[in-house]
Nanobody
Framework: EVEFVESGGGLVQAGASLRLSCRTSDFTFNRYTVAWYREDDGLHRDMVACIEGKGDNITYAQSVEGRFTISRENTENTVYLQMNSLSPEDTGTYYC????????????????????WGVGTLVTVSS
């Protein structure tokens, strides 16, 4: 089973930046779509960014477009989420994950979620 570990969360003020990391030890990592999700206090989890295996297809939620950047370093089995101009609305627990099938892309991740999840990292943005 694929396991992910997120890191990089913390407490910041509005306007600050954070860089989240999502790392896995799975050696086939570079074949899989990886997505970041934000879970709010109501336990509602929405996809904020997604990147497919080769990095040639990237999708962002409208709420983060232009502020967040997702990237991947397949040699390090890591996907990053650079978050700039943070606002209190960005507060939540951020999870990364991947679909079961390496053939599932960002459309699948947005529509159905993912099958493998990390444990999450908390981001708190104060006003």
């Amino acid at each position: 089973e694929v396991e992910f570990v997120e890191s990089g969360g913390g407490l910041v003020q509005a306007g600050a930046s954070l860089r989240l990391s999502c790392r896995t030890s799975d050696f086939t990592f570079n074949r899989y779509t990886v997505a970041w999700y934000r879970e709010d206090d109501g336990l509602h989890r929405d996809m904020v960014a997604c990147i497919e295996g080769k990095g040639d297809n990237i999708t962002y939620a409208q709420s983060v477009e232009g502020r967040f950047t997702i990237s991947r370093e397949n040699t390090e089995n890591t996907v990053y989420l650079q978050m700039n101009s943070l606002s209190p609305e960005d507060t939540g627990t951020y999870y990364c994950g991947a679909p079961y099938s390496e053939d599932s892309g960002c459309y699948y991740a947005m529509a159905f979620g993912v099958d493998y999840w990390g444990v999450g990292t908390l981001v708190t943005v104060s006003s």
